[in-house]
């Protein structure tokens, strides 16, 4: 039976490397199914858990984990020697970036690497990692092709951009839209044979190129929109105005206008990074990407005028942040997950630390935080902690926590996400 075949009647086997919050939904999906699936980590905690039926990112859970094990067909691992049984490996490792800012496709390199080492028969090899145009077949193809390895002979190869949003109850890995493409035409073939079976829509494009610039297309349109916004409410803050009543008021047009928000800066392992693997993919073709790098600065600007204004306010009640008592409501990079990268909140508490406030921070998805070596642990909200916080700083508004409790015994709220919205003007609560 050829691949394709294979694939479709559900009889291939399917590895994931990098059970993270791409991967490992994926790959749970795919044993959901039906299909028999390697998930491999090198994180020997992780594989542990996994085998125990628990989970650690939100959008699995342990019923999920434990249902997969149960029939046997979800194999967590560390052992790359399991990819000598797969059929189809999809690659979902981390994409950061160097000190340099440079990007850091050395995850990737493994990856494929243990791929090469243990590819025994005609194999698919899809990499979902976010990346630069040119990743697959400049990076990974060759590194496949050792020896006398050819693509469409011995291995198939493309790229699927993932566009998994964590705590989004409405898209998830088998609803939200999937686009594939090939390093050649035989590999999209083989891609959109494997994707189709657990997602409802797969989008076919001409390249592995197109399929990797479609990614970073979509995550910089995210970045330039939101450092939009962020310039804009820095102007109303100096004009006096609202800019949450302003950014409202323009999204009641009906076409033409798409609401972004401003925020304490830009977290998490995509928006922050995934803009500069495509300015410095241009810069090698003589190419200044110039709307990247503006919104960049003006996006990293955020926290420091976070900490600022904080710092006004507390003069407007005669105090200092020096010595102040800050609690910072969420930590995590966005409402309702654990994720802590890039995280702005860890820029903000760094610079008020600096200026001499003592901080504390409430967040019930990150019990812990390590801060430049300082152990920091979720304090409980209680009219306690409220009351004696000199001003209290929602960084994150996740959706369980209890508003009305904060705004009624905290002195003063700075509401950088505008998650009061609903307490309208009040005088213990100032806005972004
Ligand atoms: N998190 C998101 O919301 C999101 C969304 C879209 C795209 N992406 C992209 O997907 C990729 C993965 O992101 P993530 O958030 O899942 O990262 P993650 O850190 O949550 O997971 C990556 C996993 O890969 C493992 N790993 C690292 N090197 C490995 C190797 N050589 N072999 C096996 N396992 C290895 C790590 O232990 C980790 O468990 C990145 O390129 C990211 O930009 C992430």
Redesign the pocket.
């Known amino acids: 039976m050829d691949l394709i075949a294979m694939i479709k009647s559900k009889k291939a086997k399917v590895a994931v490397?990098?059970?993270?919050?791409?991967?490992l939904p994926l790959a749970v999906e795919y044993a959901k199914a039906d299909f028999e699936v390697f998930g491999?980590?090198?994180?020997k905690d992780?594989i542990a858990t996994l085998k125990k039926g628990k989970t650690y990112i939100e959008d699995i859970t342990d019923q999920d984990v434990a249902e997969v094990l149960g029939v046997g067909r979800f194999h967590p691992t560390c052992d790359y020697k399991e990819l000598q049984k797969a059929d189809a490996v999809i690659i979902?490792?981390?994409?950061p970036l160097r000190k340099t800012m440079d990007p850091d496709v050395s995850?990737i390199v493994?990856?494929s690497e243990?791929i090469a080492e243990n590819l025994k028969g005609p194999m698919l090899v899809v990499l979902?990692?976010?990346?630069y145009p040119g990743t697959c077949d400049e990076v990974v193809q060759p590194i496949l092709e050792r020896g006398d390895r050819k693509i469409d002979r011995d291995f198939f190869l493309a790229f699927s951009p993932?566009?998994?949003?964590?705590g989004n109850k409405r898209f998830y890995t088998k609803t939200i839209p999937k686009v594939i493409g090939g390093v050649t035409k035989k590999s999209t073939e083989a891609a959109l044979s494997l994707y189709g079976n657990v997602i409802e829509n797969v989008i076919p494009v001409s390249s592995a190129r197109v399929a990797e610039m479609v990614k970073l297309l979509e995550n910089t349109f995210r970045s330039v929109n939101i450092g939009l916004v962020n310039e804009i409410a820095l102007m109303c803050d100096r004009m006096g105005l609202d800019v949450w009543e302003i950014i409202g008021a323009a999204a009641t047009k009906p076409f033409g206008f798409m609401p972004f928000y401003p925020g304490p800066g830009l977290g998490?392992?995509?928006l922050p990074?995934?803009p500069i693997y495509l300015s410095w993919k241009a810069k090698i073709h003589g190419f200044e990407a110039r709307f990247i790098d503006l919104a960049a600065r003006v996006n990293s600007v955020m926290p420091k005028y976070v900490m600022n204004k904080t710092a006004k306010i507390l003069n407007d009640h005669r105090k200092c942040m020096n010595g102040a008592n800050i609690l910072i409501l969420g930590i995590a990079y966005k409402r309702d997950v654990s994720d802590v990268r890039e995280s702005p909140a860890i820029d903000i508490i760094g610079l008020m630390k600096r200026m001499g406030a003592k901080i504390s921070y409430h967040d019930p998805f990150v019990p812990r935080l390590n801060e430049e070596g300082d152990i920091l642990h979720s304090v409980p909200l209680t009219k306690e902690t409220l009351k004696r916080s000199d001003c209290v700083v929602i960084v994150t508004d996740h959706s369980s926590l209890d508003y009305p409790f904060v705004v009624e015994h905290a002195s003063i709220v700075f509401d950088t996400r505008n998650a009061l919205k609903k307490f309208g003007k009040r005088q213990n609560i100032v806005r972004l």
Do not use: N, Q
């Not at 490397?17 to 991967?23: E, K, S």
């Not at 979902?92 to 994409?95: G, N, R, S």
């Open positions: 490397i990098g059970l993270g919050y791409v991967g491999i980590d090198i994180s992780k979902c490792v981390p994409t995850f493994d990856a243990r979902e990692s976010t990346t993932e566009r998994i949003d964590p998490g392992h995509c990074i995934d």
